[in-house]
């Protein structure tokens, strides 16, 4: 990761260091999560649960004014699914399988991009913009002790997923697109971030190309990653099998996708950032309409 390149930093972190999120309210309780069910899960109350479904509103919102068509999809998915978009086999101890053979889903990317498996589009109706917001469910293998304080590293988190099946050489302007789209929503949150493109030891299984963007995190002082936007080439779509039908014939598809955002770690950001010692934060004001207040009270 130390090869991976730096591509753009926006505003410079102005809290350089401050008390976590779970010391910053009392409205994040793990303790009640693992009593629930178990380590690495969390319940929100009060306003801070509000918040988090303010800023789920507010992401499916700004993916559909970005062009992406909302779409409610499954939480649980069948082997072939997630053999299509490159978790199985090879991340299988990632995954949480229920005992009937299907598996709970890590990403919406899943279900989204297998709706057109085994389809042959035509390239009239390209590009295809979809979005969901939905839980995502990842068992963390191979992670224990890393970032077990709060809600960096949960089994259960909420994000809202945009994905894009575009034409092959359409594929690298929107993996652009789609990467701009993420940078839009930190940037109307006022919150700092920097955009790094991974160096080909760090790009994951399935991707040919990917940026990350990773939002500043006080309680650490570090940036952490809240958005991976990767074009994916042909990968997937030779796995599910999904075409496109031109006048030069059929071919596979270029599928592209990336986080609008994760909401836990955006809801990190945005408390930790925005904490002067009171028991007030004032909220950015995009997200007021969807709050109903310029405050939060912790």
Known sequence: EDDNKLIEEYLKPQVLKSDSHIEITDQISLELGNKLSGSRFSVLKGSVAKLHRSLCT?????????GYEETYVPYIVNYDALEGTGQLPKFEEDLFKLSNDQYLIPTAEVPLTNLFRDQIVS?????IKLTAHTPCFRSEAGSYGKDTNGLI???QFDKV?????????????????????AKSILKKLELPFKVVQLCSGDVGFSASKTFDIEVWMPSQSKYREISSCSNFGDFQA??????IKSKNGKHFAHTINGSGLAVGRTLIA???NRYNGSNLIE????????????????
Do not use: W
């Not at 030779?238 to 075409?243: A, E, L, Q, T």
């Not at 950015?284 to 912790?298: D, N, Q, R, V």
């Open 58 to 66: 507010y992401m499916i919102n700004e993916a559909i004014n970005n």
């Open 123 to 127: 390239e009239d109706i390209l590009p």
């Open 153 to 155: 590293r949960l089994h």
């Open 161 to 181: 997923e945009i994905v894009q099946i575009v034409k092959p050489q359409d594929s690298d302007k929107a993996l652009e697109e789609i990467t701009s789209h």
């Open 238 to 243: 030779r796995r599910s099998n999904i075409k």
């Open 270 to 272: 945005i408390l930790e």
């Open 283 to 298: 909220l950015p004001a995009c997200i007021e309409p969807y709050f109903g207040s310029k405050t939060l009270e912790i």
